[in-house]
């Protein structure tokens, strides 16, 4: 078991509306998809929701949205409990789920009209806000194409502004940036960003950790349906991690060369240097050897271009809880 | 229940249908099939020789035969198949309450099968003209139409919400469809049979073996020592035998569709006979609540006396009309699968119809 952390704001209603989930499990059948889940998200800050294929990501974001209900434990979306009072946690709830769907035959803007009506605002609102939020997430060139002929990215960010229609101040994302292209990537990262400052609640899951690292101020780490004690992702992330670096070269000299040239300034041996490509790849067991490893390299006048480390802080943290579920019984 | 939450749903649904090429083939074909039973029709009645109020009552059927073909098609997936497109769950996590989705969806979908009784209009307007039925006729039969569309929507939205597969809940449908208008026919007529009773037979007749050898009752120059009639004596023989009970099962085929239609139509009779398919048809159901005697009498030793003859029309004086019985039925079956629909749509969902997916 992981422990829990101490409940805040656990019953704050109003502008400040954060997440608070305790002991949450949920199964289908024999598949325990949630097991033992508790965390904290809170307003004004992006929480990414991190976690390999399978681990109850969908299913937990599904009980956060007052679609499904939770066999034990507790869910307050800003103090309002999903169970009692679905109703009230839909005004505060913006979902956006991993599968788009949109009626095929109905354009976007009556795609966001019609959902605005839904959340009980009248027609010339809801077309008013439609063509605000098209302006948003830069479709208002395809308003009026039905939704059945925008490609998946232009799908994705129609389920954003959908999700956006009723100014919702908690914003559940599930893999909201699958199938955007670069460009669409960043305004989405901008646009998280506003919409935390403006004091909401953002719960982001994603698979491409690299992104999720530009854009999350906390991390909530998922394994086989239980939330990971924070003490466990901590360790895990002080534990030894690969650098990358980088060394301005003669090509006719090739990478072997370079390699030698840093094992040496290091004092290691041929086979602790990996190298990727053309780049090497050296472990380093915290940042202050990391600190004194590159001071080390550029005092033996090795020409480095690029000291970094190889994976991000999340990703490291992930793929180090990965490999260790052996090891959590030590941890707990 | 919020009007303009239902309107939207209705909205949604209507929007997407009005757009798709199908559902204009659809129309199309039915048109075409109309065309075709109109000018059959005219063909094989000779119009001006009788027979028009036939030709009305039969045009009207076949419509409800094609709109009862035609509805599960338009209901069926309404539900599941949302699910399906994950267009469903994005619309539970708004304000729209679950009944709101369901029953905007069955209003969707009766008015969409609306549309094929206003292609079906002109038909039914040359039938009447060409029938020379009374206005009252006409719109009770059109009511009765307007009505058993809504219960076919009704019953699709419903097993659609129920049942996880479109193509299951689209099958189901045609399934009470089907038990609707094929299988209260066989039930009535198996349970009729099944549910036998005793009738029990009592004829007097002239005791024949007290006849002379020789002697012919019916000659008139016969001896005179041959009896006549009135001094033969007279013999009483009874038997048993089963009939079949259909006053009992009646009510079965009074949710048939087609008798519901018949029979709520104000009958008319000429000459104390059906004249049309309606009232040919609710005579026969009406026939059927009359309960068999118990025990038949017949004298032949009395002079015979005239059988009051009756007519179809006397027959079916102090029948009570069974199509109200059979539409409260319909009326319960479609009503609980739309709440059975909405229980097992409701959110947050304590358990998923198995092998689905809520988003």
Known sequence: ?332 | MSLRRLRTIIGIELRQRVRSVGWYVLLGIFAVILIGILALSFASFALGSGGNEWFFSLVIMLVLLLVLLVSPTLSGSAVNGDRDAATLAPVQVTLVSTAEIVIGKFLAAWISGLAFLVVALPFLVIATAAGELSPAAIATSLGILVLEVGVVAAVGVGFSAVIARPIFSVASTYLVVAALTIGTLIAFGLGGLALRSEQVSITRDIGWDAVPPGCEPGLLNQADECPIYDELPCVENSYVSEVPRFDRVWWVLAANPFVILADATPPTYVGGYPQDLFSQIAYGVRAAQKVPETETRYDGCDAPAVSPSLTPEDQVEGTAPSWFVGLLLQLLIAGGLLAWGIARTGTPAKRLPPGTRIA
């Open chain 1, 1 to 332: 078991m992981s422990e829990r952390p101490p409940r805040v704001g656990a019953m704050d209603v109003g502008i400040d509306a954060g997440i608070d989930v305790a002991g949450v499990r949920r199964s289908f059948g024999t598949v325990h998809a949630v097991q033992d889940v508790t965390f904290v998200a809170a307003p004004g800050r992006v929480t990414g929701l991190v976690g390999p294929n399978g681990s109850g990501k969908t299913t937990l974001m599904l009980m956060l949205a007052s679609l499904l209900r939770p066999d034990a434990g507790e869910i307050r979306i800003g103090g309002v409990d999903p169970i009692s009072e679905p109703g009230g946690v839909r005004r505060l709830l913006g979902w956006m789920p991993d599968s788009l769907g949109a009626w095929p035959s109905l354009t976007a803007r009556e795609v966001l009209v019609a959902t605005g009506q839904l959340y009980d605002l009248s027609r010339v609102d809801a077309r008013a806000r439609a063509d605000e939020l098209l302006d948003l997430v830069d479709l208002a060139a395809l308003a009026s194409s039905a939704a059945r002929v925008l490609s998946r990215g232009q799908k994705q960010r129609l389920a954003l502004a959908r999700a956006l229609v009723h100014d919702p101040r908690v914003l559940l994302l599930d893999e909201p940036a699958s199938g955007l292209d670069p460009q669409a990537r960043i305004a989405l990262r901008v646009l998280l960003r506003r919409l935390a400052a403006e004091g909401r609640t953002i719960l982001i899951s994603s698979h491409v950790l690299s992104e999720l690292e530009e854009v999350v101020d906390d991390a909530v780490f998922l394994m086989d349906g239980r939330t990971v004690g924070t003490d466990r992702v901590a360790a895990a992330a002080t534990r030894m991690r690969s650098w990358r670096v980088r060394v301005s070269s003669d090509p006719s000299r090739g990478v072997e060369a370079a390699r030698a040239d840093v094992a040496a300034a290091l004092g290691r041996t041929m086979g602790e240097v990996g190298s990727d490509r053309r780049d090497l790849l050296v472990a380093f067991a915290d940042d202050a050897g990391a600190v004194a490893g590159l001071r080390a390299l550029v005092g033996a006048g090795v020409p480095i271009v690029e000291f970094a480390p190889a994976v991000g802080d999340l990703e490291h943290a992930f793929l180090d809880l990965r490999v260790a579920p052996g090891e959590e019984g030590s941890h707990a």
